[in-house]
Nanobody
Framework: QVQLVESGGGLVQAGGSLRLSCAAS????????MGWFRQAPGKEREFVAG????????YYTDSVKGRFTISRNNAKNTVYLQMNSLKPDDTAVYYC??????????????WGQGTRVTVSS
């Protein structure tokens, strides 16, 4: 089993930036692709970004391309999501999870508690 702990969320004005972190423990982190997901109020959870086990390949959903950057530090068992030019539509609870590859949105583990991002207009 793996434990996932997300952090870094908060309240930010539109146009601002946040950097989310996800610390993983319990499995060999560097063996897995990782992804960020988000769930807005009243909506289904959405796959936002993915990164391969070695950090070479990445994927972004269209709505965040050019604004969000996913990265990872395997030495720290941590994956990051740098979010710039935030919009009110980015408001959601953000989660991370293990993936088969950077583009496969099927999560491999149970969910953590998530970190809430609120973007005010």
């Amino acid at each position: 089993q793996v434990q996932l702990v997300e952090s870094g969320g908060g309240l930010v004005q539109a146009g601002g930036s946040l950097r989310l972190s996800c610390a993983a423990s319990g499995r060999t982190f560097s063996n897995y692709a990782m992804g960020w997901f988000r769930q807005a109020p009243g909506k289904e959870r959405e796959f936002v970004a993915g990164i391969s086990y070695n950090g070479i390949n990445t994927y972004y959903t269209d709505s965040v391309k050019g604004r969000f950057t996913i990265s990872r530090n395997n030495a720290k068992n941590t994956v990051y999501l740098q979010m710039n030019s935030l919009k009110p539509d980015d408001t959601a609870v953000y989660y991370c999870n293990l993936l088969n590859n950077a583009r496969d949105p099927r999560p491999l583990s149970s969910w953590g508690q998530g970190t809430r991002v609120t973007v005010s207009s």
